[in-house]
């Protein structure tokens, strides 16, 4: 049990158009007939990429002590880390096999086989509250369907954008019309790759939206 309430925080990697569907591989992310999933793994191996934020990445994971993920970012994360505990990205793979893994899905009867893994329930208020007592850091990456539910209901402390200069013009964006309005506040000065790839960090504020008139 920790002894302040934990802290939910939403890492997505997004383009300047913010589309945050399918960017790690073609296929991972096909649905509503999305045609550029593998978008940032496209980015990463062309001619306009300069050296990447890992360091970003790996600073913000220091704090991490358990994951919730959305069904399909789940199922790519199971297929893939638990058989990537050695090498250069070890330490991530170590990492998520180690900690508690909490996985958004309306399907009662799923089987989830990695260690550590079990489904929320459907009240995600309730549950994001069971997390914030048991855990320091809940970390949220891809999942943009859940992201999405946990914007709607301001579920979040903080959160994460490497934002690329790409535009894709289609495909499921960072912020829908179901978005809770929010005033959010910058935590860190933004960091810039040579390639143009910018990360942000904001955090949640109490403060709602206010309108205006410009006088002359």
Known sequence: MT????????DLFTTLDGVAQGPGGVGEDTSGGFGFSGWQAGFEGSEHAGPGLEDTVGDGMRGLDALLLGRRTYDIFAGYWPQHTDGPAGHIGRLFDRVPKYVASRDAGIVLDWRGSARVGDDLPAEVTRMRAEHREVHVIGSIDLVHSLLAEGLFDELNLWIYPILLGAGKKVFDDGALPAVLRMLAPPVTDE????????????????????ED
């Not at 002894?3 to 939403?10: F, N």
């Not at 990360?199 to 410009?214: C, E, L």
């Open 195 to 214: 390639g143009g790839v910018v990360f942000v960090r904001y955090g949640r504020t109490d403060a709602v939206p206010a309108v205006g008139t410009f």
């Open 3 to 10: 002894e302040a309430p934990g802290r939910i925080l939403i």
